[in-house]
């Protein structure tokens, strides 16, 4: 995927993260014109099959489907040659090179981009403590993403604070894909490691997963204008940068 000719807007990626098929059909619909690639999590994909991946594809939408794979190699192979048939620009895998070579096989010539989980930008270093991980947390990242690059994977998730850190060390050869992404006034909630839209431009982020600040804003915009207002956000991060 050649970046430089994607719009900034093209690089912000709304979460459909809701069983509410009909709601997230109106959300689509709201963001026409303004959002043009969209997230697909484990609960839209339970709730609706591949009807809102087939619906965006065939409205010429780009899809990101996060589902994290993370099974055996032959399983997982399987499984991204079935996703890779679809059409969809993005999927996510998680685990070792094996793991990884079987993502990459199953993607075989397509332009499916496999990208690989880092950290969830859901936690922090006392998380990665709890689960058994005697690492720092930017270690970690940064294992991940160089064994990513080895391994064949396109890009990686990863929180935009470790974003210029695998930039650096991987020469610019993965594309970095940051959620988390909030206002700095913005409302505590679930993500530990966030940035505001302008600032994970500039920290070395290629695109953008956001979703309730679009999806449910909480400060009387509509969706419609506070997808508008994180676009402008992430124009003047790219500006920032020239």
């Not at 332009?111 to 880092?118: F, G, S």
């Not at 993403?145 to 929180?159: D, H, P, R």
């Amino acid at each position: 995927m050649d970046i430089k000719d994607l719009a900034v807007s093209e690089r912000l990626i709304c979460a459909l993260d809701t069983a509410d098929v009909d709601e997230v059909k109106a959300i689509i619909d709201e963001l026409d014109g303004v959002v043009s690639f969209f997230k697909i999590g484990i609960t839209l994909h339970l709730a609706s099959g591949l009807e809102i991946v087939n619906l965006l594809l065939d409205s010429g939408k780009r899809v990101f489907l996060d589902l994290k794979y993370y099974d055996i190699s032959e399983t997982v192979e399987q499984a991204v040659r079935q996703a890779a048939q679809l059409g969809v620009t993005f999927l996510t895998v998680h685990g070792n090179s094996e793991i990884i070579r079987g993502a990459v096989r199953g993607k075989g010539d397509s332009d499916l981009q496999i990208l690989l989980v880092t950290v969830l930008t859901s936690l922090d270093q006392e998380d990665l403590s709890e689960m058994g991980y005697p690492v720092p947390l930017e270690d970690l990242v940064l294992t991940r993403a160089k064994n990513g690059l080895k391994y064949g994977a396109n890009g990686v998730i990863s929180s935009a604070h470790e974003a210029g850190i695998i930039k650096e060390e991987t020469e610019g050869k993965l594309l970095v894909i940051s959620p988390g992404i909030r206002d700095e006034d913005a409302p505590s909630d679930d993500q530990k490691r966030k940035m505001s839209a302008d600032a994970a431009i500039k920290a070395g982020a290629d695109f953008l997963v956001v979703g309730r600040p679009i999806t449910a804003p909480q400060d009387g915009k509509t969706r419609r204008e506070a997808a508008q207002s994180i676009i402008e956000k992430m124009e003047q991060g790219f500006a920032d940068t020239q």
